[in-house]
């Protein structure tokens, strides 16, 4: 052995191709899914899938759900699970339709309310599994029905006996925050570029897409604060560290429950942010909202390269997971093929990841 | 000789009514290798969590750099300067060798938004690696592809960049191969030379006298007092560890091969 600072390399390493290097970044498989799926309804949907207007199609629904898919990726890569996020995007969606529209309160204070309440319950979610050491799979299950229950009764209780609370677009028409949370963003834009023939017009002069919508542009601001959050900040560390081995990451200092705890508050205030979105889109709020997103969340971190056992994964793959999710769900539209093949698909997809997903962590820790 | 860096006296430690220690006495100085030895069961892991922090003493005296002193939590002794190396190493096979090598002690960048300085890392981790004798093929290669003496050493030369004075290495060579043993008894050497006291925990006697500047035995929780390297041979401290008599007998039918 040599203590020389300029000894030569290891004589039996070879150096690593551009591709093998490829090959061990967490999101290539969301990456390479995306890709597949693009040629896949290249072929057989119709050309209408892939102009302008189709796009904005299918990234909305990709835009909503992935905003719950990184938060459940940077969650999964802590080690943890989340199960409530559907329920809670249904109570989160209640407390903020109770605020807007029986309490009648401005959306500056609506907003940061029903955020708070999110973390609150995110907060005693990632409490509990630290204090009960149980697994945050049987934990935020009983969140689940606790939540879903628990939206259920409320909204009888506000509504009079009703499931559902409307009156929510009237309460926040003309805030000045609601062209954040609803719409669509850069409007002028749109029909500047329709006016020179940039992008499709009616036949009014009117842009066919008339604007981004805002989910699509929270979508890309939490996966670019979350990926840089994970790979350039200390913080990113910890959560790799306490999701790959929170023993070993306490030993070394790594303050472990809060940065658990701050991950089921993300995950929360993710849910939050969906109901606001969706509950002034549709103008009202129900038990239902959010159902099964808890999975769908989940699908997407997995498809985005997350190990179900924790300390690996990206946010930037589960930003590609929820956008072939979107593309699956619309894209079928746009084609022959019966739409509910949907669930077919989305199974197969999600095996296919988690295979993937080991071949490529066996490659990482060279396990042989 | 110059003092101790740490001085542990009479250390008692009772579990209940099992007595895991029964006065320990035991110290380290700087720059040289202080090798605790004993078998299965002699007190050996109560006595580094003594020393590491983990465990308050029910009696006895610890002496820091010639002050009396008592570790709170392991945070304290890591503070002061113990460093120490469990078994299971604290690190993370999926995450690349700097990001464990920093692992809670990121170096930060920037006023505002304080940024991992991840250029900074791979440059300190590949250059403290390389004085250990590894080259790495890259600061982003995972630890699960190490070898076990590599990761030994990766735990080490992190403990020693953090300002370690004392390094307690826990049964260091326990699960390693002839080759990455004397790898790990190297980098020992390697560590001893800059200064910082080593304590070096093991049963095995050959391991422990290949490296080791001044041996103590632990038997049934209590010191067996301590020799200095070129006055006991291995035979003796084997002796010493298993308590004398029975081994003895052992041996006649094995043919002198523990």
């Given at each position: 052995m040599t203590t020389d600072a300029t000894s030569p390399a290891d004589e039996r390493i070879k150096s690593e191709s551009f591709v093998t290097r490829l090959m061990k970044r967490p999101e290539l498989g969301a990456i390479g899914g995306v890709i597949l799926v693009t040629i896949f309804f290249l072929i057989?949907?119709?050309?209408?899938?892939?102009?302008l207007s189709g796009i904005v199609n299918f990234l909305t629904p990709a835009a909503q759900l992935g905003i719950l898919g990184i938060a459940a990726a940077m969650l999964m890569i802590g080690g943890e699970f989340d199960l409530s996020i559907g329920s809670m995007v249904a109570f989160t969606g209640l407390i903020f339709g109770v605020l807007a529209v029986n309490m009648g309160l401005p959306l500056i204070v609506a907003i940061p309310v029903t955020l708070l309440a999110a973390a609150a319950m995110g907060a005693l979610n990632g409490y509990v599994v630290i204090r009960t050491g149980l697994p945050s799979f049987i934990v935020t299950l009983a969140f689940l029905f606790i939540l879903r229950g628990a939206s259920l009764v409320g909204l009888k209780l506000f509504t009079g006996g009703s499931t559902q609370l409307r009156g929510v677009r009237d309460a926040v028409q003309g805030d000045f925050l609601t062209p954040f949370f609803s719409g669509d963003a850069f409007g002028g834009l749109f029909r500047w570029l329709a006016e020179r023939g940039i992008v499709e017009s009616f036949g009014s002069g009117a842009p066919k897409v008339p604007g981004i919508p805002v989910e699509i542009l929270w979508f890309i601001l939490m996966a670019l604060v979350c990926t840089f959050v994970l790979l350039r900040t200390p913080a990113g560390n910890w959560i790799f560290a306490t999701g790959g081995d929170d023993n070993a990451a306490a030993n070394s200092g790594v303050p472990v429950r809060r940065v658990k705890i701050a991950l089921f508050m993300l995950t929360a205030c993710a849910a939050a942010l969906v109901a606001v979105i969706t509950v002034i889109d549709a103008g009202s709020t129900d038990a239902?909202?959010?159902?099964?997103k808890e999975f769908e969340a989940i699908i997407t971190a997995v498809i985005g390269g997350c190990l179900l056992t924790g300390g690996y994964g990206s946010a930037i793959g589960a930003f590609f997971g929820a956008i072939i999710f979107g593309m699956v769900t619309i894209g079928l539209t746009y084609t022959d093929f019966d739409q509910d093949w949907f669930q077919v698909f989305l199974g197969a997809m999600l095996l296919l990841a988690v295979v993937f997903n080991n071949v490529i962590r066996k490659r990482v820790t060279g396990e042989r | 000789m110059s003092d101790p860096i740490i001085h542990m006296e009479n250390i008692k430690k009772h579990f209940g009514n099992v007595i895991a220690l029964n006065g320990v006495t035991f110290d380290v100085r700087p720059g040289e290798c202080h090798c605790l030895l004993g078998d299965n069961g002699a007190g050996k892991s109560t006595f580094i969590k003594t020393m590491s922090g983990v465990h308050k003493p029910t009696a006895g005296e610890i002496f820091f750099e010639g002050k009396p002193l008592s570790f709170d939590s392991p945070r304290d002794a890591m503070e002061a300067g113990i460093a120490t190396v469990f078994q299971d190493l604290a690190m993370i096979p999926l995450m690349s060798v700097t990001r464990n090598f920093f692992m809670g002690r990121e170096p930060t960048r920037g006023r505002v938004i304080k940024r991992f300085d991840v250029d900074r890392a791979n440059a300190v981790t590949m250059e403290e690696m390389r004085k250990m004798g590894i080259n790495l093929?890259?600061?982003?290669?995972?630890?699960?592809?190490?070898?076990g003496g590599e990761r030994q050493t990766v735990a080490i030369a992190r403990a020693v960049y953090f300002g370690a004075k004392v390094l307690i290495l826990d049964e260091?060579?326990?699960?390693?191969?002839v080759r990455q043993t004397s790898n790990v008894l190297a980098t020992i050497d390697r560590v001893r030379g800059q200064g910082v006291g080593v304590v070096f925990i093991s049963h095995n006697v050959r391991h422990a006298m290949a490296v080791g500047d001044r041996f103590t035995v632990l038997n049934r929780g209590q010191t067996l007092g301590t020799a200095v390297k070129g006055e006991i041979d291995a035979a003796e401290l084997q002796d010493m560890m298993a308590g004398g008599q029975e081994l003895a007998r052992l041996e006649g039918s094995l043919g002198g091969t523990i």
């Open positions: 057989t949907a119709d050309s209408a899938m892939f102009t239902r909202r959010g159902f099964m | 093929r890259a600061p982003d290669q995972a630890v699960g592809t190490l070898s260091p060579t326990s699960a390693l191969g």
